[in-house]
Nanobody, 127 residues
Framework: QVQLVESGGGSVQAGGSLRLSCTVS????????MGWFRQAPGKERELVAY??????????AYADSVKGRFILSRGNAANTLYLQMDSLKPEDTAMYYC??????????????????WGQGTQVTVSS
């Protein structure tokens, strides 16, 4: 069974940095979409960044709100994904979830298309 495990959340002051990690296990296919979503209290879950592991070149995509501040990277083990978050703002405060779409051969924005989710890790940014 496919499992996603996140780590790395915490509390920082505005302008600080955090790095989240997500490790996928149990997947036997060749490629899938991996992404990070976040959900703040009272708000819908929104995409932060994603990357399709089967693309010929590594080409992550980012939400406009995090472009230039967050970087999605892969670990030495292909099943590990990192989200480096710099210049954090109070509005980045949310529960962050790692997600995978093992069905489609592309990445999509809608959270409803992702069929595997991690348990979430809290990120809190104080002003």
């Amino acid at each position: 069974q496919v499992q996603l495990v996140e780590s790395g959340g915490g509390s920082v002051q505005a302008g600080g940095s955090l790095r989240l990690s997500c490790t996928v296990s149990g997947y036997t296919g060749s490629s899938y979409c991996m992404g990070w979503f976040r959900q703040a209290p009272g708000k819908e879950r929104e995409l932060v960044a994603y990357v399709y592991t089967g693309a010929p070149t590594y080409n992550p995509a980012y939400a406009d709100s995090v472009k230039g501040r967050f970087i999605l990277s892969r670990g030495n083990a292909a099943n590990t994904l990192y989200l480096q978050m710099d210049s954090l703002k109070p509005e980045d405060t949310a529960m962050y979830y790692c997600a995978a779409d093992t069905v489609r051969h592309a990445c999509y924005i809608s959270a409803s298309l992702y069929n595997r989710w991690g348990q979430g890790t809290q990120v809190t940014v104080s002003s």
